[in-house]
């Protein structure tokens, strides 16, 4: 019932920007942190950002000083500015939420279908 829906992924050239979005939708009580993973051939899922409860972030230091986490609590988005991008920032890009659903005492973890980012030139 609950879903994440992610957009923005695409074609960029090195130095460019690109910006993800992912919506939460559903039946939802409330949402304690929203992050963003991503995924290269050969290489094990890495955490990029985490946004808790609307505010704090942590971020890989890979992308320190070029992504930026940020969240809309009135429509339970995530989004994620990248810029400076580079080649090593090619992956598939992953929503990942920790939520609790209406009805329900312990909270959740849901992940979305994943957009691809390429950095190419």
């Known amino acids: 019932q609950v879903q994440l829906v992610e957009s923005g992924g695409g074609l960029v050239q090195p130095g460019g920007s690109l910006i993800l979005s992912c919506a939460a939708s559903?039946?939802?009580?409330?949402?304690?942190?929203m992050s963003w993973y991503r995924q290269a051939p050969g290489k094990q899922r890495e955490l990029v950002a985490t946004?808790?409860?609307?505010?704090?972030?942590v971020y890989a230091d890979s992308v320190k000083g070029r992504f930026t986490i940020s969240r809309d609590n009135t429509k339970n988005t995530v989004y994620l500015q990248m810029n400076s991008l580079k080649p090593e920032d090619t992956a598939v890009y992953y929503c990942?939420?920790?939520?609790?659903?209406?009805?329900?005492?312990?909270?959740?973890?849901?992940w979305g279908q994943g957009t691809q980012v390429t950095v190419s030139s």
């Open positions: 990942n939420a920790d939520l609790f659903p209406y009805g329900h005492t312990s909270s959740s973890n849901y």
């Open positions: 559903g039946n939802i009580f409330s949402i304690d942190a």
């Open positions: 946004n808790r409860n609307g505010h704090s972030t």
